[in-house]
């Protein structure tokens, strides 16, 4: 009896997968197609001769063989520039529906998962002295310090096991993102939250590349800053990220248990009932590891890969798709539905609802009527009040404002340390408005208590959550016309007119050369916020 047990215990502990909290796991649900990650911009655009599209474009020959050598395969698209976008992929044929064009294995891939990235390449050769430094630092610090590694101190995938040169070499090696502007080109902005966040985000590279310094004289000899910031950007906008972060179906365990469910059957040994409980509890065990585990634990994957990384956005029309393909332990991209790129044509991807702030700041582009675009304006305590009782013909009672602030309504007096978050533009709590929805309802909300008559101030029992809904129709009629005051305050608080602005870039469209990207962008930029100005200021009317 004894044995028999026994036996039954090790066909379970031999068969079961090893659960670790922070292993990787697929990226699949269990109904077979694969789950879309979420990419960012592949190949933004880069400045100098030394990065130029040109001369990329001459590069990647040799990376296009490497990648058909290590099985990466692709059909029916190639590599191309076109017009200022870059290098892009574009499509060699007609293509159809749910056609697969790239096929990469995940061998060949950099990826990074958090909250804790394990690397034992990264963690032996560059940081044996304070691992940890490495294994805590966010994802695209982690990821700079791969693309570096095989850049600039030993470009032998060991995994793989292929020298990563021709893929290193295609990349771009400068970018024309704000980080890199000077003071009076941020300026040129008009925007103070991007101003905010790109100083934040000097700050935040500096400290993070200090603080690798200072735990590995291996790092510091042979990644330099300015190294760190370009595998910071090449991170930043090339990197896919997912939920789940996966690795691919494992068939071992599976045979491994029919095998022994077949001898504990075949030698007598226990009842079909107990070696199905056997079973049961190795499928269950793979369950939990691949997909309950990590959505409890909030583990994030972000990858690099090869090829697919050369793919352009598009805020509206994708068409093409990335996944991971959780059978073939792979990532593919394919043709979607919708939009099936014709011969000739540029195949894009959509990465999800990024606005101009984040396009520009990380990808280096503004996107024209950008439906995912935010405006933040100062905070309700910074507002002219004066002028938004003149404007809704009410004046503020008292009382109104201090409960505003207790609210925490009013927004901040000053910032909050963020040194973490390389994105906190809005750390003072200003105001957020959206073109998708509008203006926060909970600054409509705010402004409804504001601007309350003393019957209303009374009849709500002095209480701001009794403005959330209306409360009568003269007083949403005054709210709205102090919040468009507010909105016109902002627009003709700026150093140009979109009229402005729109010449200024018919006559850099004019001109042939000689100016830098860096002028043209910060116009598009800034015309592209007016635009959202205006149509918040007409939607208040």
Known sequence: MLSRYYFQFVILAVSLPVISSFSPVQTQPLGGRPMTFTPSLSAVKTASPEGSTSARLKRTTAFTDWAKANDIKYAGIEVSSGGNSGLGLYSTQSLTPNTLLIQVPSKLTLSV???????????????????????????????????????????????????????????PRKFDTPIHWSESSLKELQYTPMMEAVALQQRVWRNQYDMFAAASKDFASRVSYDDFVWGCETARSRAFSGAYSGSAFNPIPYATVAVCVAAYLALGLGTIEQAANGAALVVCGTILRDFVLPKLLKVQKYVICPLIDMANHVGVGATGNVAFEYFSDGFSLSVLEPGVPDAGSEVFIQYGPRNNDQLLQYYGFVESENVHDVYILPPIRQWDIRALEVACGRMVGPGRLEKLDRAGLLGRESSIDSSSNT????????????????IDPAVIQALRALVSSDAEWEESGEAIGNFAVQVSPENERAAKLAIQRAIELELESKATTMEEDENLLKVFQAKSGGLEEEEVLAVKFRLEKKKLLKEAINNMR
Request: proline fraction near 5%.
């Open 113 to 171: 998962e958090t909250p804790i990235d394990y690397n034992i390449v990264m963690e032996k050769e560059l940081f044996a002295s304070n691992p940890k430094s490495y294994r805590n630092a966010p994802w695209y610090a982690a990821l700079s310090v791969q693309l570096n590694y095989y850049d600039k101190v030993n470009a032998n995938n060991s995994k793989a096991g292929v020298s990563m040169t021709p893929w290193m070499d295609s990349l």
């Open 423 to 438: 994105e906190a533009a809005n750390d003072i709590g200003g105001v957020v408005l959206t073109r998708a929805t509008g």
